[in-house]
């Protein structure tokens, strides 16, 4: 079993900068990458960021050049560095990790409990 403890959202101004983490533990082997989502009430879940095991990263576009994702592979954790937010970024921030774990089973993905990110105009 794997567990993800998010932590660092929040309420900020526009403008403001926010870093969300995302700590795995548990029966994991290997971490093939880890990243954000983030939803709105009504509308569809949206990537925000994705990191693999060797730092090949993605980011929507909404995001690009504000954003930066990065990983701690000892520490199996996650960053996500939200520089110049903006009203639009307000929503709930879920992480992922999709993991081989070691009894061997398939990969899979993981998810963290969502934490609200608000920013304000």
């Known amino acids: 079993q794997v567990q993800l403890v998010e932590s660092g959202g929040g309420l900020v101004q526009a403008g403001g900068s926010l870093r969300l983490s995302c700590a795995a533990s548990?029966?994991?082997?290997?971490?093939?990458?880890m990243g954000w989502y983030r939803q709105v009430a009504g509308q569809q879940r949206e990537l925000v960021a994705r990191?693999?095991?060797?730092?090949?990263?993605n980011y929507a576009d909404s995001v690009k050049g504000r954003f930066t994702i990065s990983r701690d592979n000892a520490k199996n954790t996650g960053y996500l560095q939200m520089n110049s937010l903006k009203p639009e970024d307000t929503a709930v921030y879920l992480c992922?990790?999709?993991?081989?774990?070691?009894?061997?089973?398939?990969?899979?993905?993981?998810w963290g409990q969502g934490t609200q990110v608000s920013v304000s105009s």
């Open positions: 990191i693999t095991s060797d730092g090949n990263t």
């Open positions: 548990g029966s994991i082997a290997s971490i093939y990458s």
């Open positions: 992922y990790v999709f993991v081989r774990p070691r009894s061997g089973a398939a990969a899979y993905n993981y």
